[in-house]
């Protein structure tokens, strides 16, 4: 009876994923001007398939968002549900990524922050629809680093 308890705490324990985190938005100093870390990162965002939209008045913070079906948004995210999963098949990530640069007196101090919201259309109107979340997928922080070493 003992080993049987025992089993069955590990097979339960083995099937409980861990929860995702999401890095913390990465800050550094750039020698570029801000306007011109701005430039560089809009352009590297639209070359990676992200919609980019300058969100304040002088051009120095872009708010730039990519929106997938199942897996498409796989190099820049990390999820709970497996890729194979019945969720995988009807999920729908939309990654945030936020640019600031700010002048300083030799180039720019630059955050960078990514933020994803997951949902599953293909569950909507059944006992499974779920509103939309923050925490089955977090980025990964490729896109944030990509941006980081295209500045350095």
Request: glycine share 8%.
């Given at each position: 009876?003992?080993?049987?308890?025992?089993?069955?705490?590990?097979?339960?324990?083995?099937?409980?994923?861990?929860?995702?985190?999401?890095?913390?938005?990465?800050?550094?100093?750039?020698?570029?001007?801000?306007?011109?870390?701005?430039?560089?990162?809009?352009?590297?965002?639209?070359?990676?398939?992200?919609?980019?939209?300058?969100?304040?008045?002088?051009?120095?913070?872009?708010?730039?968002t990519r929106t997938a079906t199942h897996?498409?948004?796989?190099?820049?995210?990390?999820?709970?549900?497996?890729?194979?999963?019945?969720?995988?098949?009807?999920?729908?990530?939309?990654?945030?990524?936020?640019?600031?640069?700010?002048?300083?007196?030799?180039?720019?101090?630059?955050?960078?922050?990514?933020?994803?919201?997951?949902s599953y259309p293909g569950y909507e109107?059944?006992?499974?629809?779920?509103?939309?979340?923050?925490t089955d997928c977090v980025s990964n922080?490729?896109?944030?680093?990509?941006?980081?070493?295209?500045?350095?």
């Amino acid at each position: 009876m003992r080993r049987i308890l025992m089993l069955v705490c590990l097979v339960v324990c083995g099937c409980l994923s861990t929860p995702v985190t999401a890095p913390a938005p990465i800050a550094f100093h750039a020698s570029r001007s801000a306007r011109e870390a701005t430039q560089v990162a809009a352009v590297a965002l639209a070359n990676a398939g992200f919609r980019v939209a300058q969100t304040d008045s002088i051009g120095q913070v872009l708010s730039a968002t990519r929106t997938a079906t199942h897996n498409g948004n796989e190099d820049y995210i990390t999820c709970q549900l497996p890729r194979g999963s019945g969720a995988a098949a009807n999920r729908q990530t939309i990654l945030s990524i936020t640019f600031r640069a700010k002048p300083s007196t030799s180039g720019s101090d630059v955050t960078i922050d990514g933020k994803v919201t997951t949902s599953y259309p293909g569950y909507e109107g059944t006992a499974m629809q779920t509103a939309p979340n923050d925490t089955d997928c977090v980025s990964n922080g490729a896109m944030e680093r990509q941006l980081e070493m295209a500045l350095r």
